[in-house]
């Protein structure tokens, strides 16, 4: 079955950019992909989704202006552009296969995620 590998996680200044990329194997065509990410003591939160065509696209309002989804269908990968990245935006960064959804109970693929620490 379906499988979903994160990469591109680590260490960074606030202000800094990084960018998070999500391989797929496994999967039907058609599904949507979404970034989700948990910070420690915290829920995991919604932070974007895509439809399969990347015409459709929903973010969070606190990274809105500042990170930005996209994929590539032809190597099965989602990406997660960060930019102007905060010490709030630590957090381990998980990416899921499913509906277009910001509910993390629709969603039963994710990966293992990749950590993100953005130092002050």
């Known amino acids: 079955q379906g499988q979903l590998v994160e990469s591109g996680g680590g260490l960074v200044q606030a202000g800094g950019s990084l960018r998070l990329s999500c391989a797929a194997s496994?999967?039907?065509?058609?599904?949507?992909m979404s970034w989700f990410r948990q910070a420690p003591g915290k829920e995991r939160e919604f932070v974007a989704s895509?439809?399969?065509?990347?015409?459709?696209?929903d973010y969070a309002d606190s990274v809105k202006g500042r990170f930005t989804i996209s994929r590539d269908n032809s190597k099965n990968t989602v990406y997660l552009q960060m930019n102007n990245l905060k010490a709030e935006d630590t957090a381990i960064y998980y990416c899921?296969?499913?509906?277009?959804?910001?509910?993390?109970?629709?969603?039963?693929?994710w990966g293992q995620g990749t950590q993100v620490t953005v130092a002050s």
């Open positions: 899921a296969a499913g509906p277009m959804s910001s509910l993390k109970s629709d969603y039963k693929y």
């Open positions: 895509i439809s399969w065509s990347g015409a459709n696209k």
């Open positions: 496994g999967f039907t065509f058609g599904y949507a």
